[in-house]
């Protein structure tokens, strides 16, 4: 069974430094992309961050960028996100999500998801 | 920026269709998928490449796209159904994510 269970969410402050990790469980982590999805307080999704099975290709959204870093250890079967200058609309449940690959279209999409965690950035 | 566009709410009666329209200037050349959220839940992959279900997924739940619009189906609504539906997609190159706004399915 496909695990993803993310960990590191909590209360900062506006400027400060968070790093989230999500643990994955249940297939071969290293042969798929990986993904950061975050949710504010009664609002939809939106995408954060990519990282491709061996981290050679990274994307993040504008609104992250410069900002957020998304890093894996195949060897630990781990994902994260460093997330530093932080802002009060960064507050948000922050999902792990796999990838899966579309063999008609060749594009990525969200196969499994974690349950997330809480990020809080408020003074 | 790449956008795609929801309504905001849909509502119908249990047992009715309910369907959930999703805009988008690339659809044409790329796959809708749609995403269930459940209240204080994490979403669930309902439909995908377009028409397709998961495994577990009711037959009621159906997918449909023309030109730059993509529409959810629901025939014959259950009360379980209420939630928040997405759709996603990726931009022309493939390497941005996208989602829709989001709808308010209600069923009662």
């Known amino acids: 069974e496909v695990q993803l269970v993310e960990s590191g969410g909590g209360l900062v402050k506006p400027g400060g430094s968070l790093r989230l990790s999500c643990a994955a469980s249940g297939f071969t982590f290293s042969s798929y992309s990986m993904n950061w999805v975050r949710q504010a307080p009664g609002k939809g999704l939106e995408w954060v961050s990519s990282?491709?099975?061996?981290?050679?290709?990274?994307y993040y959204a504008d609104s992250v960028k410069g900002r957020f870093t998304i890093s894996r250890d195949n060897a630990k079967n781990s994902l994260y996100l460093q997330m530093n200058s932080l802002r009060a609309e960064d507050t948000a449940v922050y999902y792990c999500?796999?990838?899966?690959?579309?063999?008609?279209?060749?594009?990525?999409?969200?196969?499994?998801w974690g349950q997330g965690t809480l990020v809080t950035v408020s003074s | 920026s790449y956008e795609l566009t929801q309504p905001p709410s849909v509502s119908v009666s249990p047992g009715q269709t309910a369907r959930i329209t999703c805009s988008g200037d690339a659809l044409p050349k790329k796959y809708p998928y749609w995403y269930q959220q459940k209240s204080g839940q994490a979403p669930v992959l309902v439909i995908y490449e377009d028409s397709k279900r998961p495994s577990g997924i009711p037959e009621r739940f159906s997918g449909s796209s023309s030109g730059t619009m993509a529409t959810l189906t629901i025939s014959g609504a259950q009360v379980e159904d209420e939630a928040d539906y997405y759709c996603?997609?990726?931009?022309?190159?493939?390497?941005?994510?996208?989602f829709g706004g989001g709808t308010k399915l209600t069923v009662l």
């Open positions: 999500a796999r990838d899966d690959l579309s063999p008609m279209s060749g594009d990525y999409y969200f196969d499994y």
């Open positions: 990282i491709s099975s061996s981290s050679s290709y990274i």
């Open positions: 996603y997609s990726t931009d022309s190159s493939g390497n941005l994510r996208v």
